[in-house]
């Protein structure tokens, strides 16, 4: 959680992933886009899964530098700034060195700005004030920072008494923490998937198109995303969401219906759900990357999301069992 992944900036994440994967036996693997693959040899050769979880979370980019030295920023992925307001961030410069600030609206004090509460919080209504003495463009360049320094947001981790997460990047930290849970019992217990089972995680789910490449031997393409919370959804922070539909299409019937099956006969508690108000994950972009595979897609009951986050970890247990069955398909 506290490793910094903003999109197409996960180097570090997924070295510490391959650390994990090697201590249980596996290798990860990458392509051009940097996508890391962990490919596990089934007991069966005739089919070929894939379960995919996202590296990247919402971040930013500088976009500029100004004359007193704040820094302006755009959004990668959809970004909640109200939530945003007064969070500690860190700027990485191509260099590798990291900086905090501290990310505001420009009109920040309620004793200075007449707009203070009425200023929409907006990509361009952001500052970033860095956490170092500079008050001019030059004292931030002489730091190292430039336009495209990616930046990415402290997550502020906790795990409570009564069992809740509260975190920003739930979305989609928890789902890969499941995948890694999943690994564990395999190693553990000396299993093997009844299929060939390839993970991925990619690094470009958060602006649409991570998961757009699928080897041609796939033939079902899961991605394990956060569920949503809300009106008209039966989802809830303790249980998990199979998605029958999101806002860029139908998911498969025949896949979504096995992951209903599985659920019941493993005991897991779950809902299904449409999640079509602005929804999307990796099971998407491979269909609109042109795979010609079945997709389905579950995940933790994850409340505000893309804000402060928050599942409870029956949530993730649920998560982890529903992975479990679908990959020894049992
Ligand atoms: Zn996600």
């Known amino acids: 959680m ?10 570090k994440v997924l070295s510490k992933m391959e650390e994990y994967a090697k ?53 990668l992925g959809g970004l909640n700034f109200s939530s945003l307001e007064g969070e500690t961030v860190d700027v990485h410069t191509r260099d590798g060195r990291s900086y905090s600030g501290l990310i505001i609206p420009k009109s920040h004090s309620v004793h200075v700005f007449e707009d203070c509460r009425s200023m929409k919080r907006e990509a361009n209504n952001m500052i970033i004030m860095l956490d170092e003495i500079v008050s001019t463009k030059k004292d931030v360049k002489s730091l190292g920072i430039c336009a495209g320094d990616t930046i990415s947001v402290r997550p502020r981790y906790e795990f409570t008494d009564s069992g809740f997460i509260k975190s920003r990047f739930i979305d ?5 923490a499941a995948v890694f849970a999943m690994l564990k019992h395999l190693h553990d217990n000396d299993l093997k998937p009844k299929y060939n089972l390839i993970l991925t995680f990619p690094q470009y789910e958060e602006i649409g198109h991570g998961g757009s490449v699928v080897p ?19 989802s809830n922070e303790r249980e998990v969401s199979i998605f029958a539909k999101d806002n ?24 299904v759900n449409v999640h079509s108000y602005r929804y999307g994950s990796d099971a998407g ?7 010609d595979v079945a997709i389905a ?14 599942t409870h970890i029956d949530a993730l247990n649920n998560v982890v069992d529903l992975l479990i069955a679908y990959v020894l398909e049992k």
């Open 2 to 11: 506290e490793i910094p992944s903003p999109v197409g900036d996960c180097d």
């Open 23 to 75: 201590e249980l036996g596996y290798a990860m693997t990458y392509d051009n886009k940097s996508t890391g693959y962990i490919s596990i040899k089934g007991l069966d050769d005739s089919e070929t899964h894939l379960v995919t979880t996202h590296v990247d979370t919402l971040g930013m980019m500088v976009k500029s530098i100004t004359e007193r030295g704040e820094l302006t920023v755009v959004e």
């Open 172 to 176: 989609d930290k928890a789902a890969v």
């Open 216 to 234: 041609d031997e796939v033939s079902e393409y899961i991605a394990i995303d956060i569920g949503l919370v809300g009106p008209h959804m039966e």
């Open 248 to 271: 860029q299409g139908v998911f498969d019937k025949k896949l979504t219906t096995k992951l209903v099956n599985l659920a019941v006969e493993s005991d897991v508690d779950f809902s």
């Open 285 to 291: 972009a491979a269909l609109r990357g042109g795979n």
């Open 297 to 310: 897609a579950f995940g933790p009951g994850t409340l505000c999301s893309h804000g402060m986050e928050r």
